[in-house]
């Protein structure tokens, strides 16, 4: 059976023999793949025209809604994923870091699209940046959807997440996304993309797929895409030397598999429990994926009197590994994706062997378990050990992309620090250590070579994620080797496909442009008090200027007796002439209490509750008989999705402004209401 892609709305299959794809257990053909024929500067025109325009024209908030229905109709249909990912090679638990991983990922960076963008189409980057002495001319940083395709290329050894945390990001951002996936495992990305496009969740041309061959997509990439690469360093070199991506500019970010490395700390014995959580880790990291994981532990650093005891307690565990068929539950690691990568990972296991001795693993007498699988990609597991790590070119140059790794010796911790930087660079370094001193002379001596370092002791193992797991939440990526680039890392993966541009005008301009007031705009006002409106009515700009209230010492003594709160500046007469403020003063979240007394309509409205409090700032002291009043405008709108469980709402953000009688600014902050909807429809 031949793969498809999908292109301009519709499945094509391929005329014509494509290249054999065979099953990693058992060594059958499985599928062929081929993109003859696709036209695909007719591909990339469908994507900006279709895709684009409607992605565009959604919000962000609207965008991670689709992100996280999508992510809930494939959490049902994952079981279908999970049988073809036995072809693949993966175990259970392979195949979970790769399916509800990916599927994971859409959840997280749906949620924190919506908790930390705007229900808007622009980001606001940065703070207002004056640009007058009046305040009439300011600047501000925008960020806005490229109007190109996002091009994925993904590796081979995971075909699920791989291609959904890069989709993740562009379709936030609003940029549709070609899919190209490796061709060993093309099947499982074919398999869900297809199911993705059955459930009609997503904008027509926001997501294609190609199985096979880019052809000459690259040739017509503009200063508008992007393309995103997970794989070999030569591949990503020579996709990223393109001429059109040169000449043009191209966003180009690369994700190369590295020679990551895990350090022992040289605090640690082995009758610690740090030593057991780091031997532990090693296996699971050498055998997780079959050690195809572009996290993978390559290098394992030791202390020189530990040599032995590691080696002694890696050996006693690799050797528990039962290797084959990964649909039998005995199972714990499965083959290579491919006899390719089974001659690749032999070819580098003998270059290593150039500066580093075999103390573990053979193919003589190995026979995975199951029935056929003498025709599969399997390796068992290899552990070298490299004497002069210092002096070993191999060590720190060559990965084999399989169940190898190598133990090296260190002296301290200088030396160590310069070991794991002759990696020339990491997607992943972790240190295994109780001593926090260690910890931090080791991430200040390594952090400019590491994309991410996990420090791990046993106060933090029993919730760890792990060595060789990417999280959403964190940037993914590293220096040099590595690729240089960066993914994932919550909202961080969206400016990835967006331009950052910076507006110079007045602040009511500005504010206009933007959807959200600016210090210095004018106001709107109006008879009818903002808190009697409903989310749909309050305008952007609406202002309240108050009535003004006096203090008195009777409301600092009574403010004391209510919070408790008796520092001596508001109580003291004698202390407070002696401190900087040289007169009692008071409290300031009695300004604040005070203030909301002034602004706050008390009968029952649309307001339903006071929802937080940002970037507050006490500026001036407030003494007893000053005189305050307050400023509220709506800053900014954001309507909540509507649930079945509640009236329909919004969150209003206001900005406060507190001043005292010579109009000098006292207070600022912003507070959040939550205000009911005049009609209940959905976001």
């Known amino acids: 059976m031949k793969l498809e892609s999908y292109i301009e709305g519709k499945w094509y299959g391929a005329s014509g023999a494509g290249k054999d794809l065979f099953h990693a257990v058992n060594g059958s053909k499985v599928y062929e793949i081929s993109s003859e024929g696709i036209h695909f500067q007719r591909m990339l025109e469908y994507a900006k025209d279709k895709g684009g325009r409607a992605l565009r024209k959604m919000t962000f908030h609207e965008r991670s809604l689709r992100l996280k229905e999508l992510a809930l109709y494939l959490t049902e249909k994952k079981e279908a994923f999970y049988e073809i990912s036995k072809a693949t090679g993966a175990t259970r638990k392979d195949s979970w870091i790769d399916i509800d991983g990916g599927i994971g990922t859409l959840f997280v960076i749906s949620s924190k699209g919506r908790r930390e963008l705007p ?33 994925h290329i993904n590796a081979f050894n995971f075909p699920c997440w791989g291609f959904l945390e890069k989709f993740s990001g562009s379709f936030l951002a609003g940029v549709p996304s070609i899919i190209k996936p490796a061709s ?45 690469f997970t794989g070999s360093a030569e591949t990503g070199l020579k996709l990223k030397s393109h001429p059109a991506i040169l000449k043009n500019n191209t966003r180009f970010n690369m994700e190369a598999d590295s020679l990551n490395c895990s350090i022992l700390g040289m605090d640690v014995k082995p009758e610690d429990e740090e030593f057991g959580l780091f031997v532990k880790e090693v296996v699971r990291e050498m055998t997780s994926k079959t050690g195809q994981k572009c996290t993978a532990i390559r290098r394992i650093f030791v202390p020189e009197n530990l040599q032995e005891a590691v080696i002694k307690g890696l050996k006693e565990k690799l050797s528990t590994i039962t290797i084959g068929d990964p649909s039998l539950k005995e199972v714990r690691m499965g083959p290579l994706a491919s006899l390719d990568q089974v001659e690749e990972v032999k070819r580098n296991v003998d270059l290593l062997q150039k500066s580093a001795d075999l103390v573990h693993g053979s193919f003589d007498g190995f026979k995975p378990l199951g029935q056929g699988t003498e025709q599969g990609a399997f390796f068992p597991p290899f552990l070298l050990h490299c004497q002069s790590p210092l002096d070993s070119k191999e060590a720190h140059s060559v990965e084999p992309f399989g169940p190898v790794s190598t133990v090296m010796p260190y002296k301290n911790v200088d030396e160590v620090n310069t070991l794991a930087k002759m990696g020339e660079g990491s997607l992943v370094g972790s240190l295994f250590t109780a001593d926090d001193d260690i910890a931090r002379e080791v991430v200040l001596g390594t952090a400019s070579h590491h994309g991410r370092i996990m420090i791990v002791n046993k106060d933090s193992a029993k919730e760890s994620t792990g060595h060789g797991s990417p999280l959403p939440h964190l940037v993914h990526g590293g220096p040099g080797r590595a690729g240089g680039g960066e993914e994932l890392g919550g909202v961080r993966s969206v400016f990835h496909y967006m331009q950052r541009t910076s507006l110079q005008g007045s602040p009511t301009t500005l504010s206009h442009v933007t959807n959200e007031w600016m210090t210095g705009a004018k106001g709107l006002e109006d008879r009818v008090h903002p808190f009697r409106k409903y989310f749909e009515e309050l ?53 604040l209490s005070a203030a909301a007394g002034l602004f706050v309509d008390p009968a029952p409205g649309p307001v339903q509750a006071n929802y937080g409090l940002d970037n507050l700032r006490f500026i001036e002291p407030v003494g007893i008989g000053d005189t305050i009043q307050a400023k509220l405008t709506c ?49």
């Open 635 to 683: 800053m900014r709108k954001t309507r909540k999705p509507l649930r079945d469980d509640e009236k329909a709402n919004g969150v209003v953000v206001w900005n406060v402004e507190v001043s005292n009688q010579n109009d000098e600014m006292v207070a600022l902050y912003n507070i959040l209401t939550l205000v009911e909807c005049k009609e209940r429809k959905a976001l």
């Open 539 to 591: 305008r952007i700009g609406e202002t309240l200027i108050t009535p003004r209230r006096t203090v008195s010492e009777a409301d600092i003594v009574n403010f004391a007796g209510v919070s408790g709160d008796y520092f001596y500046a508001h109580m003291d007469e004698i202390a407070a002439k002696d401190s900087l403020f040289e007169k009692r003063v008071a409290h300031g979240y009695f300004v």
């Open 184 to 228: 060993q495992t093309a099947y499982l990305t074919e398999s869900m993309i297809k199911s993705i496009i059955q459930s009609n969740i997503l904008p027509e041309g926001s997501l294609q797929l190609i199985c096979g061959g880019v052809g000459d997509l690259l040739d017509h990439m503009t200063g508008q895409d992007v393309v995103t």
């Open 119 to 151: 229900n808007e189409k622009v980001y606001i980057d940065g703070d207002i940046e004056p640009l007058s002495r009046e305040g009439s001319f300011i600047g501000r940083h925008i960020c806005v959807p490229l109007e190109g395709v996002a091009v």
